[in-house]
T-cell receptor, first 113, second 113 residues
Framework: DGGITQSPKYLFRKEGQNVTLSCEQN?????MYWYRQDPGQGLRLIYY???????QKGDIAEGYSVSREKKESFPLTVTSAQKNPTAFYLC????????????FGEGSRLTVL | DQQVKQNSPSLSVQEGRISILNCDYT??????FLWYKKYPAEGPTFLIS?????DKNEDGRFTVFLNKSAKHLSLHIVPSQPGDSAVYFC????????????FGKGITLSVRP
């Protein structure tokens, strides 16, 4: 079945460690996105990519990094520079860059101990 | 600056009655609006959308109304069912610099049996 797969679903990290969240899609979508959800904050855009080997910062990119080496993959690294990394992270993709319906993965819950 | 506002954090409705979820936006360049539904620890799923050339779009129990002059849209669910209990996000996009989806903070709907 086509869709977006995020892994791991739950992740614990010690302070000062980097961690990478995986996002893979087999929908043949050009654009991919990373959002962060915090209670009462809605969904905030971290990074997005419209095409392979290109990506742009979203509204809250500080402390995060991404890569887009393959069309189907868009991993997110939460670095030690991210001051408040505990959150629910959502990956999404769509067929038209930057607009239209987004298809979301199941999310990854990161907890920093 | 919050461009998409969902001012009520929660709504409780009796099963069988109508649920009305409201959303306001400030950016006049937005021309496409979507509603997403989200269960805890899952990714949001697309529910219904409306383009600015319309003022109403209906899909089964779900209807979205758009009032461009008031920069307001609403989602009506009739009749409400307990399975509708979830967080509902309003989102908007435009073109060019406004083409990324901007989400509201969400509203938690509880449908009482």
């Amino acid at each position: 079945d086509g869709g977006i797969t995020q892994s791991p679903k739950y992740l614990f990290r010690k302070e000062g460690q980097n961690v990478t969240l995986s996002c893979e899609q087999n929908l043949n979508h050009d654009a991919m996105y990373w959002y962060r959800q915090d209670p009462g904050q809605g969904l905030r855009l971290i990074y997005y990519s419209q095409i392979v080997n290109d990506f742009q910062k979203g509204d809250i990119a500080e402390g995060y990094s991404v890569s887009r080496e393959k069309k189907e993959s868009f991993p997110l690294t939460v670095t030690s520079a991210q001051k408040n990394p505990t959150a629910f992270y959502l990956c999404a993709s769509n067929n038209r860059a930057n607009t239209g319906e987004l298809f979301f993965g199941e999310g990854s819950r990161l907890t920093v101990l | 600056d919050q461009q998409v506002k969902q001012n009520s954090p929660s709504l409780s409705v009796q099963e069988g009655r109508i649920s009305i979820l409201n959303c306001d936006y400030t950016n006049s360049m937005f021309d496409y609006f979507l509603w997403y539904k989200k269960y805890p620890a899952e990714g949001p799923t697309f529910l219904i959308s409306i383009s600015s050339i319309k003022d109403k779009n209906e899909d089964g129990r779900f209807t979205v109304f758009l009032n461009k002059s008031a920069k307001h849209l609403s989602l009506h669910i009739v009749p409400s069912q307990p399975g509708d209990s979830a967080v509902y996000f309003c989102a908007a996009s435009g073109t060019g610099a406004n083409s990324k989806l901007t989400f509201g903070k969400g509203i938690t709907l509880s449908v009482r049996p």
